[in-house]
């Protein structure tokens, strides 16, 4: 921090308890009485600096114990009266950003200026506020925490104004240009060659951390009144919106200790956000106004704050009882981009007198039809809403269908709670437009879950709840189990059953499609396989054919033989057939399994041959032929 340097003398005040003296030798001639301190002073050195001395100690009576001065408005109090005291007796001492801002409105106070002596504390001060304290981005940060405590007397010397002047200014300022944050949070800054540099701004220099919210913690340890007024000052002066978002949530974090709740961040914030929560402490009231001018503060942008700081505000604002336009412009915040939400930011607890759910659902209800306005006015805004005679469609549906799966998700997850009354369970399912569910699966299981929680709801209101859902946008699965779900009410299952059939024809008729295509396919690529593999193929197909004629040239000559021997002899058929089978048993098995090309091997063709040879014998010893 820097400073400045006033006064040659050595310091000649000892303090005695709640009193201080001047040891100059002199005895002292006045006694100066500032909240509960009591100065031994001498009038000279005073009334020679100050004109509203001069006037109190001329106006002041003389009594036995000498001339008694009461200060009891001073600003800054008995600690900055002393360094005064100092100045008018030229004693050693040192203005810093800590305590300038104290001097120069007791300066002011005290008529200290230039008629009284040259080089007086009201121009001292100005000098080290003008060349030192503004040029810095930390000594103006800390004289301007210390406004708070003098702040009317500081706002008419316009001191807050030139500090947030100078922090709006580098704050607009693009770091990367100069090689610096303003902040000594990443310590001294060096050169390439490793030297420290005096000025922080130099050719090559880098520093530690040099992301665009460098000053968002800085600036979070501003009093409201003084944070707010730096916020305008840096729109004014044209810093990005999700610079001043994200300040405005860094901000809110910090003092209001339900925003940190189920939220993750980064190891390095998490340790920045404890390392200064110990001075974070707001009472209810004053976290509620909080919550309040964040509100107010914060960008109508969309996307410029996560969505689960938003639900955070949301929460807080809810159980500190903020306003009623509060809560709502949140409310309209998050549907702006519900889209980005997840299941467990929507679990809110419900803090309402009432207390009739366990979840707030009326205000997801709330968040939905503000996302469904918006979608709504996006969706006739785009070029594809205009009527030209052709059919466009749906709006887009990613967003939505995002939404919607949210939407299922929560039903569920609230679907348990036996104080949910059926119409509110019903309404907020309703809400959802019907082409945004692709399936239904996720509304069949919130439903399911609701008729096992609710077992007393009568027929008709089961069969209210399940019309809800469509029953031909059931996946295969899902119809399975509703079939077999007794919960149901008979006439869903009807459909169920019916439409399960319905889509097992279209899956078993696709297969067929797809089989064919496959098969068309192969012949396709088979085409393509080369000529000498449709080759060998065809040589094998005309060599099974020839077998087959064959075959059936043998079997007319079998026929023949044994019609010309059953003739000849007079016997029988069987017996004539028992008397070829010997002859021509073996050949006739070897030439018909030959014809299966290779189905059956040649080792059991001469098994099954021989044992009809053993047949053929057996026969003739027990006299069939």
Not at 129 to 150: E, G, H, I, P, Y
Not at 495 to 512: M, Y
């Amino acid at each position: 921090m820097a400073c400045m340097k006033l006064g040659s003398k050595t310091d000649a005040f000892r303090r005695q308890g709640q009193s201080w003296f001047c040891t100059t030798g002199l005895p002292s001639d006045v006694v100066v009485e500032v909240e509960e301190m009591t100065f031994h002073l001498h009038k000279f050195p005073l009334l020679s600096r100050s004109g509203v001395m001069e006037r109190l100690i001329a106006d002041a009576s003389e009594g036995e114990e000498g001339c008694v001065i009461k200060l009891s408005d001073v600003p800054g109090g008995a600690k900055t009266f002393e360094l005064v005291a100092k100045f008018c007796y030229g004693v050693k001492l040192e203005l810093t950003a800590s305590n300038v801002v104290h001097v120069r409105c007791a300066a002011e106070h005290l008529e200290m200026t230039e008629e009284y002596g040259e080089g007086n504390l009201v121009s001292q001060t100005e000098i080290f506020l003008n060349q030192t304290v503004f040029r810095s981005w930390k000594d103006s940060l800390k004289a301007l925490q210390t406004c708070d405590v003098v702040l009317s007397e500081a706002e008419q010397l316009h001191v807050p104004k030139r500090c947030i002047d100078s922090l709006a200014a580098k704050a607009s300022t693009d770091p990367a240009l100069f090689g610096w944050p303003m902040t000594e949070r990443g310590g001294l800054m060096q050169s390439p060659g490793g030297s420290v540099l005096w000025n922080g701004i130099s050719t090559g220099a880098q520093p530690k951390h040099s992301s665009a919210d460098w000053w968002y913690e800085d600036a979070s340890t501003l009093p409201l009144p003084l944070y707010k007024r730096l916020i305008s000052a840096m729109e004014s002066r044209g810093v990005k919106q999700e610079m001043i978002a994200g300040s405005l949530v860094c901000y809110a974090r910090k003092y209001l200790p339900g925003l940190n709740r189920r939220q993750g961040g980064s190891e390095e914030s998490t340790n920045r956000l404890a390392t200064v929560g110990s001075a974070a402490l707001l009472s209810e009231q004053e976290q509620k106004t909080l919550v309040e001018e964040i509100d107010r503060l914060l960008p109508l942008q969309t996307g410029l704050v996560p969505t689960k700081h938003l639900f955070g505000l949301l929460r807080t604002a809810r159980i500190l009882r903020a306003d009623a336009s509060c809560i709502s412009n949140l409310e309209k915040r998050i549907g702006m981009q519900f889209d980005k939400a997840t299941l467990e930011d929507l679990l809110m607890p419900n803090v309402s007198y009432s207390m009739e759910t366990l979840y707030d659902v009326d205000c997801v209800q709330r968040i939905l039809e503000h996302f469904l306005t918006m979608d709504q006015v996006v969706g006739d805004a785009s070029p594809g809403s205009v009527d030209d005679g052709q059919s466009t469609g749906p709006p887009s549906l990613t967003p939505i269908t995002m939404v919607v799966k949210l939407i299922d998700g929560y039903l569920a997850e609230v679907a348990p709670d036996v104080h949910l009354k059926l119409p509110k369970f019903h309404s907020l399912a309703a809400a959802v437009p019907e082409y945004a569910r692709p399936l239904d699966d996720g509304l069949y299981r919130a439903i399911d879950v609701y008729l096992k929680s609710h077992p007393w709801l009568a027929e008709p209101e089961r069969e209210q709840l399940c019309r809800l859902m469509d029953c031909q946008k059931l996946s295969l699965e899902a119809c399975t189990h509703a079939a077999q779900n007794e919960r149901l009410p008979l006439r869903i299952i009807v459909q169920v059953l019916f439409f399960e059939q319905l889509q097992l024809r279209t899956s078993i008729a696709g297969c067929f499609l797809v089989s064919e295509n496959l098969d068309g396919s192969r012949q396709l690529r088979s085409g393509l396989m080369g000529a000498n593999e449709n080759q060998v193929l065809k040589v094998g197909m005309d060599s099974m054919r020839m077998r087959v004629a064959e075959l059936e040239k043998e079997c007319s000559n079998m026929r023949e033989e044994i019609d010309k021997l059953g003739k000849a002899k007079g016997s029988s058929p069987s017996s004539a057939w028992g008397n070829m089978s010997k002859k021509f048993g073996f050949r006739l098995k070897s030439q018909m399994c030959s014809a299966q090309e290779g189905s059956v091997s040649k080792q059991k063709i001469g098994k099954v041959g021989e044992n009809k040879g053993r047949e053929g014998k057996g026969r003739e010893r027990k006299g069939y032929i």
